[in-house]
């Protein structure tokens, strides 16, 4: 079984500032990696698939990286909007089952 | 809009079962694999279950595997969940996801379950 292993568990950053979101995961998964974005009282919203492909209407300041067993979600300019808990995702193609990490709560000062 | 709507939780005593269902709409239901995830009060995300476009491909996680049953209906459209067994840690929010590539791009607002006596 898979596990993801998110860092850090919680970030306080300032709007402007970067942020730097990690994944890890226990064994290779290539680039079958997700992120999502979570605000209180909403579902997830998916912002990145297949590792570095940005969902449609995602802005730019987010990208994702990483392949094999690292991976890198990353802010590029903080908006206050952007406070959230931050969750990777992997899928395995057989048997389809999927692993969420613990998640990343980013907070905005 | 491409919008599932799940519905279907409510209280229930541990060891009772519940059906939850997930219309979809907006797009074409046929033509996309479906999940279940939950989130307990507070906690993360947990995979619950998928089920493959024409529903002959199944999966479990094993929290809930041999309790639970999903299902679909692609001439109405419609995803289930059969709860049955329940214990107190199936509580949480059920949330029915269309996949997209590795992730899941079209969520519902999901829908409440609460196991307790």
């Known amino acids: 079984e898979i596990v993801l292993t998110q860092s850090p568990v919680s970030l306080s950053l300032s709007p402007g500032e970067r942020a730097t979101l990690s994944c890890r995961a226990s064994q290779f998964i290539s680039t079958y990696l997700a992120w999502y974005q979570q605000k209180p009282g909403q579902p997830p919203r998916l912002l990145i698939y297949?590792?570095?492909n940005r969902a449609t209407g995602i802005p730019a300041r987010f990208s994702g990286s990483g392949s094999g067993t690292d991976f890198i979600l990353t802010i590029s300019s903080l908006e206050p909007e952007d406070s959230a808990v931050y969750y990777c995702?992997?899928?395995?193609?057989?048997?389809?089952?999927?692993?969420f990490g613990q998640g990343t709560k980013l907070e905005i000062k | 809009e491409v919008q599932p709507v799940e519905s279907g939780g409510v209280l229930v005593q541990p060891g009772g079962s519940l059906r939850l269902s997930c219309g979809a709409s907006g797009f074409t239901f046929s033509s996309y694999e479906m999940n279940w995830v939950r989130q307990a009060p507070g906690k993360g995300l947990e995979w619950v279950s998928y089920?493959?476009?024409?529903?002959?491909?199944?999966y479990y996680a094993d929290s809930v595997k041999g309790r639970f049953t999903i299902s679909r209906d692609n001439a109405k459209n419609s995803l289930s969940l059969q709860m049955n067994s329940l214990r107190a840690e199936d509580t949480g929010l059920y949330y029915c996801?269309?996949?997209?590539?590795?992730?899941?791009?079209?969520w519902g607002q999901g829908t409440l379950v609460t196991v307790s006596s």
């Open positions: 995702q992997h899928r395995t193609n057989w048997p389809p089952s999927y692993t």
């Open positions: 996801a269309r996949v997209d590539y590795s992730g899941m791009k079209f």
């Open positions: 089920i493959s476009i024409s529903g002959s491909t199944i």
């Open positions: 297949d590792a570095a």
